[in-house]
């Protein structure tokens, strides 16, 4: 079975640090990354980063965020520092599986920045 599976997230306070970590199983992935979705908005994009490394992040966590993956362990991270209010989402892994040739998504996890 393919799966990604988050963990790591919680409730922080405004500047803060968060790390989100994601364990993939049953398929070898290529792109994959992290994205959020807040109560009435739609999902946007966080960080994706290659097989090979090569990193995008969306604009609002730019400067904030780093993205990272562990091919041996297959786990993906993100790195938030200097949470804001606003970073207040469910966060879901997103992984594009080799085996199955479509995108996977986690079941994702909920992150509270509240102070």
């Known amino acids: 079975q393919v799966q990604l599976v988050e963990s790591g997230g919680g409730l922080v306070q405004p500047g803060e640090s968060l790390r989100l970590s994601c364990a993939s199983s049953g398929s070898i992935f290529g792109t994959m990354g992290w994205y959020r979705q807040a109560p009435g908005k739609q999902r946007e994009l966080v960080a994706t980063i290659t097989a090979s490394g090569h990193t995008e992040y969306g604009n609002s966590v730019k400067g904030r965020a780093t993205i990272s993956r562990d091919n041996i362990k297959r786990t993906l991270h993100l790195q938030m520092d200097n949470l804001k209010l606003e970073d207040t989402a469910v966060y879901y892994c997103?992984?594009?599986?080799?085996?199955?040739?479509?995108?996977?998504w986690g079941q994702g996890t909920q992150v509270t920045v509240s102070s």
């Open positions: 997103n992984g594009y599986s080799l085996r199955l040739q479509r995108d996977v």
